[in-house]
Structures are given as structure tokens and as C-alpha cells.
């Protein structure tokens, strides 16, 4: 498997890097850290390729007509972090670091249906936010109830806020996936103007 980057020839931004397993695309390294990849399309034997160049982090492709331009590196989600302890509940919402960065905290429970079909979308929501708010998940199950308690979670899911050690707002979601999507956002925008 080899790292690389998919581009096919009628594509005119690029999302994210990907690994490539087959053998349709000739890759080649060049100077200057960059990376020259040709795809062969699916609907013919040409090959359409482009060059990749890569500033530190930042990734650029060399367009037909010689101008450059940022490829999108940005996650389309991010895994939420599981939480399995009461001290790793506390290192989260205790350890940001600066003193004002916010933590998202899912509760859920295995047997939630609700639960199950909203995690893709919260994950998909951490993308959004990455790298600055970060979203862990806790499985009530798996944890004290001592614990559950103390962060006042009652049904699940339960979407919380957490800033400087203590609950700053929370969203019960009980209802339909894209609704509670939108009150968690619509949470974190509140609480991050204030």
C-alpha cells in the first residue's frame, strides 16, 4: 500500500489524501518534495496527470495551465475519542491547553439506537471543527455510575459542553439526527461568542 494522493482526470479540487491499492495509477516522485500522479480513467486508457507539491503541511497541485492551487487537506470526520474512566473524564474536561478551550462530550449507550445513527453525523461535526474543539464519546455502560451522575446525564445521547472544568450547556437528542446536528452547532456557536 502506498500513501498517495487520488486525483482522476475531471477533478478540479481535491478533498482529502488517500491510499491507493491499485495498480491504474502511475505514481512518481519528483523535485522539490513533489509528487507527480497519473490516473487512468475509467471510461478510457488515457491517463490524466497532475503534480502534487507539498510546502510543510500544506499541499498543492500544478493546474494544465501552470497556476497553483491548495488541495483541501481537512478532514470529512473525525473518530470521536472514547472516554473509559472517571480520571480520563477528568484529564478531558481538566487538561485543555488554554484555559478557555471547549470539549465536546457524547454520552451513549451500545443498545441506543439513537445513539448509533447519530454518531456518524457528530463525527462528520468534529471534522468541522477540527483541530480546535475536540469530541470524545463515553459509553454509560462501560463507565461508573458515579460518574454519569456527576455529569447529570439522564438519557442518551446527551451532547455536552464542557469549558474550564465545569458544564456549560447540553443537548438532549432525542429526536431526528439533522435537528440535533443543528442544536449542537448551534450550541457551540453560543457558548464560543460569549
Known sequence: MLEAIRIYPSSTSLRAITTLS??????????????TLGC???????????????????????????????????????????????????????????????????????????????????????????????????DVNTVSHKLVARAGVTKMPTIQLWMNGEKRAEVIGGHKAHLVINEVRQMIENESTE
Open 40 to 138: 487512468r480513467s475509467p471510461f478510457s486508457s488515457v491517463y490524466a496527470s497532475r503534480e502534487i507539491l507539498r510546502f510543510g503541511k500544506r499541499f498543492l497541485v500544478l493546474q494544465q495551465e501552470g497556476s497553483l492551487q491548495e488541495l483541501d487537506d481537512s478532514p470529512v470526520s473525525v473518530e470521536l475519542q472514547p472516554i473509559s474512566s472517571e480520571s480520563m473524564f477528568d484529564r478531558v474536561i481538566n487538561g485543555a491547553p488554554k484555559r478557555d478551550d471547549a470539549v465536546v462530550i457524547v454520552w451513549m449507550a451500545r443498545w441506543c439506537r439513537k445513539c448509533i445513527y447519530l454518531k456518524p453525523q457528530l463525527e462528520k461535526l468534529a471534522a468541522e471543527y477540527y483541530p480546535g474543539l475536540r469530541f470524545y464519546h463515553v
Open 22 to 35: 491499485d495498480s491504474s495509477c502511475k505514481i512518481s516522485l519528483g523535485f522539490l518534495n513533489s509528487l
